[in-house]
């Protein structure tokens, strides 16, 4: 059982990823905010960060940055959920810290493997 | 040129004088110091040889007599022998000896009272004795006082040794013999060495049984030269000695050679010397001849180059002088021309009191006067001033500052005409007497042409006050009309900044729309797809199908909002093209597989004539879009038959055509067909599922990937849609 940190700010979204992981057989710490995102961050030391880009306050780009930037967060796969017609966001998550990112919208079918693959360090 | 290169010259020649009379000499001198070595050399063989042959011949003899019975036992009749041979050589021997081979005289003639003495202990017996070979004594003084030499030869009997026959020779009848008729010029003379360095015969008598070292230790040369000398060696030397003449002792340096004379078991070495006085006297001779010679060619080589020179400056002269004498006709005939062929009137004159001296063509012309009539005349005696102030006011000019230029003056002509002239001029001397130089320029049209021109401008002043007055008043009427039209564009630039501002809204208002449809979009294509794959419970048929559905419409759903989110960015200009190198034969097999399901549900064929690894560089995911909307189209309008697509690479530039069987176009549909929200409907044809902006944007995108997008088609038989793109949009942009 792996610890992930979601950080989503829509309820049926983070409801969604959760429901995927738990299934999966993971403990699910949310985050609702950027800010909340770095603290649990911090705290936790999760295995796995999945961040959505599109958050109130800061944003997915900026909490990335914040979490690299200390010791802690500086070697935690973060995946990005990125919306598949923004062109250019594949670059900017990558330059942000991201290790990778996952495609919006979100398909059950592919996305446990993928899931598995940044957990194993495969990716 | 002059005394410099004579000086030099006489350098030279000295130079290469002394330089000839020197090599000359040197040869000559070398020359001279070979043929007296080579003559001292012919002398010391010849005394060598004789002397060799002289101890040969009387070792030969006494050799003979060893082998005698008689002599051997040294009975009477060997003694009678002995004495007998004696007798018959007297001249040339002084006794002849018996020794026996202890050592002891056994008989001797004519000493008889030395017989029965032991001789043993003497050096030469010693030798003999023990090795049993012919020996010469050194050279000793006698009781008899004489300077001997003695010759023993063995004596055996069978293979035993008897001792020794002798013979005892007078040493210095055999050096008169050989070495003192050695003579070479009035100097050279021989001397002879022993084995040991003891002097055997030279020319000083004190000097005889010295050794050469002893002599020679304080002439180092003749010192190095002994040294060889004693080893028996052969050769030539230089060295310096003293002689001594007619009491004055002076060194002398002298050519030498030597060369050893083997003599029984011993060398001697015999040397012929000559004093440098020698060979220098027989080049007096030379030398003497050779100054004359070289002093003629020195001198005959300064008198040939003196004439020479001297020749080369007068034609130099000559060609100066003609040169100089060119230049100055050609600048007299430069400024004759430029006198007379100058528009201006020039005139020289006296500075003293203006006598005219020269004037010009142009001046006569103009004055109006005959080249007579100027002759003898000043320019005051003829009236030429038309203001005497201002040739005063010239002359000053002159005399204050050296010249003069453009002063306006006035002239009268020979008729009394009054002429506006430009005058310039400077003083010049001519034949020592200082004179004017005068230029007048005339100038009277002009000043005509001025005066006019001023009335004129009196007269424009009038004018443009006038039109300055009728300007005055329309410029009020003017400044209204302009008020009225800044109100107007004022209004314009307001209103095109609101519809800016409406623009900018517009494209935020879609952008956050697109991102608020999207999120419950994806939450609903999410937990759709949750239940279809039973992650929260299974599902019977009917509801599977039913969130089939749901999930389909979503999805379409979705692609649509994506559509307008690309145009709206398209139109407002946002888009970043993102180039990377892709193969477009794997995108077209990927986007026909992508419709295999949906074919296989029309039983359409699907097929690609794509040449494998058609790699181009630009937008992969548009590119891709627009494949996948000419694709769909083309598969969604298609009842029977297929769908085909091929492509290929033509001058940088990738075709691709997208051909179908489906009901194709009628041509006045064409024309809308890539305009937006267009979809060609007809009755008999179901309605179909698409958002119409498909082939809009593939030709917003096509457009921005800097290619075409166009269709051919007849309604009833298919149609074709084919786009180009540029292979590499990097090189292209």
């Known amino acids: ?123 | 040129m002059k005394k410099g290169s004579i000086v030099i010259l006489m350098i030279v020649f000295t130079a290469l004088c002394a330089l000839l009379f020197v090599l000359f000499y040197e040869n000559a001198e070398k020359t001279a110091v070979r043929q007296l070595l080579d003559t001292q050399q012919l002398h010391a063989k010849q005394a060598s040889q004789g002397i060799e042959e002289y101890f040969s011949t009387w070792t030969g003899i006494l050799g003979s007599l060893a082998k005698i019975d008689s002599v051997i036992d040294v009975d009477e009749n060997g003694k009678r022998h002995m004495k007998l041979f004696f007798e018959t050589h007297r001249a040339q021997m002084r006794s002849m000896t018996r020794v026996d081979e202890r050592g002891r005289i056994a008989y001797t003639v004519p000493y008889s009272s030395s017989i029965g003495s032991d001789i043993s202990d003497q050096p030469h017996i010693r030798t003999i004795l023990r090795e049993h070979r012919p020996v010469v004594s050194d050279v000793f003084r006698t009781v008899q006082d004489f300077d001997g030499i003695a010759l023993h030869v063995p004596v055996f009997q069978g293979a035993a040794f008897r001792g020794t026959i002798a013979i005892v020779m007078d040493f210095d009848s055999l050096a008169k013999r050989y070495l003192e008729v050695v003579k070479i010029g009035k100097t050279g003379y021989a001397w002879m060495v022993s084995r040991d360095g003891i002097i055997l015969f030279t020319q000083v008598p004190e000097f005889v049984g010295k050794s050469i070292f002893e002599v020679s230790k304080d002439f180092p040369s003749m010192s190095a030269m002994a040294r060889e000398l004693v080893q028996g060696r052969t050769g030539t030397g230089v060295y310096t000695f003293n002689r001594i003449y007619e009491q004055v002792v002076k060194p002398v340096r002298k050519y030498a050679v030597y060369m050893p004379i083997r003599i029984a078991d011993s060398y001697w070495t015999i040397v012929v010397a000559s004093a440098e006085d020698e060979v220098l006297a027989s080049l007096a001779s030379f030398r003497n001849r050779l100054i004359p010679v070289i002093a003629v060619l020195f001198l005959g080589g300064i008198l040939f180059s003196l004439l020479g020179a001297k020749a080369w400056f007068i034609v130099a002269e000559e060609r100066n002088r003609k040169k100089a004498e060119e230049a100055l006709r050609y600048s007299e005939q430069k400024f004759m021309k430029a006198f007379h062929a100058t528009p201006d009137a020039i005139v020289i004159s006296r500075a003293a009191d203006g006598l005219l001296i020269e004037v010009n063509d142009v001046f006569l012309r103009i004055a109006g006067y005959d080249r007579a009539e100027i002759v003898g005349k000043t320019t005051t005696g003829l009236g030429v001033w038309a203001n005497p102030a201002d040739r005063e006011r010239y002359v000053a000019g002159i005399r204050e500052q050296g010249r003069v230029r453009d002063m306006e003056a006035q002239f009268c002509s020979k008729t009394g005409t009054v002429l506006d002239g430009l005058i310039s001029g400077e003083s010049i001397l001519l034949d020592h007497e200082p004179c004017l130089l005068t230029i007048i320029r005339n100038i009277t049209e002009r000043k005509k042409t001025e005066r006019e021109l001023e009335q004129h401008r009196l007269h424009l002043e009038e004018m443009v006050n006038e039109r300055t007055e009728e300007l005055r008043r329309s410029q009020a009427d003017l400044r209204r009309s302009l008020d009225e039209t800044t109100a107007a564009k004022r209004c314009l630039e307001e209103a095109n900044a609101r519809l800016q501002e409406l623009d900018r809204l517009k494209s935020l208002f879609i952008a956050s729309m697109s991102h608020e449809l999207r999120t419950p979009l994806n939450s609903i294509i999410g937990f759709t797809g949750i239940l279809l794959q039973g992650l929260a419970g299974e599902l019977n048929a009917e509801q599977r199908k039913q969130l089939g559905m749901v999930k389909s419409s979503s999805e379409h759903l979705l692609s649509l909002i994506t559509d307008i989110i690309d145009l709206s960015k398209i139109e407002a200009g946002k888009v970043d093209l993102s180039l990377e190198s892709f193969d477009l034969s794997a995108m077209v097999r990927e986007v026909l597989s992508s419709f295999q399901i949906m074919a296989e549900r029309k039983a359409l064929s699907l097929s690609a004539e794509v040449p494998a690894g058609l790699m181009l560089v630009s937008d992969k995911r548009r590119t891709r879009q627009v494949l996948v909307n000419l694709v769909g189209n083309a598969v969604k309008f298609t009842e029977q038959g297929g769908v085909s697509v091929a492509a290929e690479h033509r001058d940088g530039v990738i075709h691709c055509t997208v051909r179908d069987t489906g009901m194709g176009i009628k041509p006045e549909d064409q024309g809308r067909l890539f305009k937006s929200f267009s979809q060609v409907t007809t009755t008999e044809a179901p309605k179909h599922e698409g958002t119409g902006l498909g082939l809009y944007l593939s030709r917003k995108l096509i457009t921005l990937l800097g290619g075409e997008i166009g269709v051919e088609s007849s309604f009833g038989r298919g149609s074709v849609f084919f786009f180009t793109i540029p292979a590499n949009r990097e090189e292209a942009a």
């Open chain 1, 1 to 123: 059982m792996k610890k992930v940190l979601v950080v989503e700010d829509n309820e049926k979204n983070l409801y969604l990823i959760s429901f995927i992981l738990e299934k999966m057989g993971h403990r699910v710490i949310a985050a609702r905010t950027g800010e909340e995102g770095v603290e649990l961050a911090f705290q936790e030391k999760p295995d796995l960060v999945l961040m959505d880009i599109q958050l109130p306050g800061i944003n997915g780009l900026e909490t990335t940055q914040r979490i690299r930037a200390a010791e802690t967060g500086a070697n935690v796969p973060i995946i990005a959920l990125t919306s598949y017609a923004l062109v250019g966001d594949r670059e900017q998550v990558l330059r942000a810290g991201c290790t990778g990112y996952i495609e919006k919208p979100i398909n059950p079918e592919t996305i446990m493997g993928e899931i598995n693959k940044y957990l194993s360090g495969k990716a």
